[in-house]
T-cell receptor, first 116, second 114 residues
Framework: AQSVAQPEDQVNVAEGNPLTVKCTYS??????LFWYVQYPNRGLQFLLK??????LVKGSYGFEAEFNKSQTSFHLKKPSALVSDSALYFC??????????????FGTGTRLTVIP | EPEVTQTPSHQVTQMGQEVILRCVPI?????FYWYRQILGQKVEFLVS????????KSEIFDDQFSVERPDGSNFTLKIRSTKLEDSAMYFC????????????FGPGTRLTVT
């Protein structure tokens, strides 16, 4: 069965500092991995995904994520945080095949607060 | 840029009543989904739909739930007899095809069951 863990409920970072939001996953076989962001009273907005290839993927708004197969992690990063990055971030995984292969399994979310 | 739309944005209903939540997926997408998010909790998969039938459903999606694509554009989620614990944000999503394609989410419908 697929699952995602986001070990931090809350991450605080000063504006201009690098940020990292952690995610680890469990899935049978190779994963598709996604990051979504949710602003207050809004739906989920796609940020980036890992499918195959280069372990460092770049996405919207300057975010990037590094896939680490040995550590089963897919941490979200940004070199310099903006106050406008403050939001709820969800990591999601889906398997390539088998039961649930087209469905996303989400983590519990990490609330990022960027302090001016 | 095309987007998934959902109506209504907020629905209040009494326990035991039927509700229908509506979604218009992106027009060239073939796979459709419903997810829900109970306040303060993670987003949970409910059901996926392809070629006019359910592809997969979670254990949450019991007999009280049904989905339908009544025409070429709408995708609906019906809850036959709502319970207090059905109160949640319901998100519709769609993607082009099963494969390495991200799902695009609508803004959600907040369902409050009183």
């Amino acid at each position: 069965a697929q699952s995602v863990a986001q070990p931090e409920d809350q991450v605080n970072v000063a504006e201009g500092n690098p940020l990292t939001v952690k995610c680890t996953y469990s899935v049978s076989g190779n994963p598709y991995l996604f990051w979504y962001v949710q602003y207050p009273n809004r739906g989920l907005q796609f940020l980036l995904k890992y499918i195959t290839g280069d372990n460092l993927v770049k996405g919207s708004y300057g975010f990037e994520a590094e896939f680490n197969k040995s550590q089963t992690s897919f941490h979200l990063k940004k070199p310099s945080a903006l106050v406008s990055d403050s939001a709820l971030y969800f990591c999601a995984v889906r398997a390539l095949e088998g039961t649930g292969a087209n469905n996303l399994f989400f983590g519990t979310g990490t609330r990022l607060t960027v302090i001016p | 840029e095309p987007e998934v739309t959902q109506t209504p944005s907020h629905q209040v209903t009494q326990m035991g009543q039927e509700v229908i939540l509506r979604c218009v997926p992106i027009s060239n997408h073939l796979y459709f989904y419903w997810y829900r998010q109970i306040l303060g909790q993670k987003v949970e998969f409910l059901v996926s739909f392809y070629n006019n039938e359910i592809s997969e459903k979670s254990e949450i999606f019991d007999d009280q739930f049904s989905v339908e694509r009544p025409d070429g554009s709408n995708f609906t989620l019906k809850i036959r007899s709502t319970k207090l614990e059905d109160s949640a944000m319901y998100f519709c999503a769609s993607n082009v095809y099963r494969g390495p394609y991200e799902q695009y989410f609508g803004p959600g419908t907040r369902l409050t069951v009183t």
